[in-house]
């Protein structure tokens, strides 16, 4: 027994340690790059070198806290929840957009949005539509796989799964905040409240598919229509 407790606590010990490590990163590249040094050439560097570190170092860190090695392995058990769920997100965050986005943004704001669209190179509706299908597909893996897998179960290992998942969660929306933020600066803490606040309940919901089906890739697929949904007012702005 007392070997037992000694080995449970030392996995929280690791677990905590590789929190520590991972977890800030995502936030702090998106506050270098869009807040810190907005202008510097090398911060894209930095901001990919951060990416790359989310997508390595879980791989390195995962036996090491008693998780298994690897990229989860796909499985069908699920996506049929995945899917009902993220299709009501792509409806609620249209929704919200047709009935009050307009509203809260106003005509300036609305104006800006489309020219901050515009100033990410995404100034064509093929430029677009490339990058709202990198983000929806690939970006979106990255995200579960780093935030409901490798993160939330590590803070699991040491805190159980309702504080974990919303201390993740939180963390989740926090690095979404600066990100939106950025990008409504100038108009008000509404729009990147509003859209934390719908970050930290869909990242919730995902850790929820996943902890049920124990199933990465079907929280994935809710994932994917929701960024669909953002996308898709993300167009309406910038071309509508």
Same mark, same amino acid.
């Given at each position: 027994?007392?070997?037992?407790?000694?080995?449970?606590?030392?996995?929280?010990?690791?677990?905590?340690?590789?929190?520590?490590?991972?977890?800030?990163?995502?936030?702090?590249?998106?506050?270098?790059?869009?807040?810190?040094?907005?202008?510097?050439?090398?911060?894209?560097?930095?901001?990919?070198?951060?990416?790359?570190?989310?997508?390595?170092?879980?791989?390195?860190?995962?036996?090491?806290?008693?998780?298994?090695?690897?990229?989860?392995? $796909?499985?069908? /058990?699920?996506?049929?929840?995945?899917? =009902? +769920? *993220?299709?009501?997100? %792509?409806? @609620?965050?249209?929704?919200?957009?047709?009935?009050?986005?307009?509203?809260?943004?106003?005509?300036?704001?609305?104006?800006?949005?489309?020219?901050?669209?515009?100033?990410?190179?995404?100034?064509?509706?093929?430029?677009?539509?490339?990058?709202?299908?990198?983000?929806?597909?690939?970006?979106?893996?990255?995200?579960?796989?780093?935030?409901?897998?490798?993160?939330?179960?590590?803070?699991?290992?040491?805190?159980? $799964?309702?504080? /974990?998942?919303?201390?993740?969660?939180? =963390? +989740? *929306?926090?690095?979404? %905040?600066? @990100?939106?933020?950025?990008?409504?600066?100038?108009?008000?803490?509404?729009?990147?409240?509003?859209?934390?606040?719908?970050?930290?309940?869909?990242?919730?919901?995902?850790?929820?598919?996943?902890?049920?089906?124990?199933?990465?890739?079907?929280?994935?697929?809710?994932?994917?229509?929701?960024?669909?949904?953002?996308?898709?007012?993300?167009?309406?702005?910038?071309?509508?």
């Amino acid at each position: 027994m007392h070997l037992r407790n000694r080995t449970k606590d030392q996995v929280k010990k690791r677990a905590m340690f590789a929190m520590g490590l991972t977890l800030p990163v995502p936030t702090l590249a998106v506050v270098l790059k869009m807040w810190v040094f907005p202008d510097v050439a090398w911060s894209t560097g930095l901001f990919m070198a951060c990416k790359a570190w989310v997508l390595l170092a879980p791989l390195a860190l995962a036996g090491w806290i008693g998780l298994p090695r690897g990229f989860p392995k $796909f499985k069908k /058990a699920g996506m049929v929840s995945g899917f =009902v +769920f *993220g299709l009501l997100s %792509f409806g @609620a965050i249209l929704g919200c957009w047709f009935t009050v986005g307009g509203k809260v943004l106003g005509t300036d704001g609305i104006e800006h949005f489309r020219q901050t669209i515009h100033s990410f190179g995404m100034n064509t509706p093929l430029k677009y539509l490339g990058a709202a299908l990198l983000y929806s597909f690939v970006n979106s893996l990255l995200e579960e796989y780093f935030w409901r897998w490798f993160g939330a179960e590590a803070a699991e290992k040491w805190m159980g $799964f309702l504080p /974990a998942t919303l201390l993740v969660s939180l =963390v +989740f *929306g926090v690095h979404h %905040f600066f @990100a939106v933020a950025k990008q409504t600066e100038g108009f008000g803490l509404m729009v990147p409240m509003l859209a934390t606040i719908g970050v930290v309940i869909g990242g919730f919901v995902w850790r929820v598919i996943y902890k049920k089906t124990q199933n990465i890739w079907a929280a994935w697929v809710a994932h994917i229509w929701a960024d669909l949904g953002v996308f898709g007012v993300g167009y309406l702005i910038a071309f509508g």
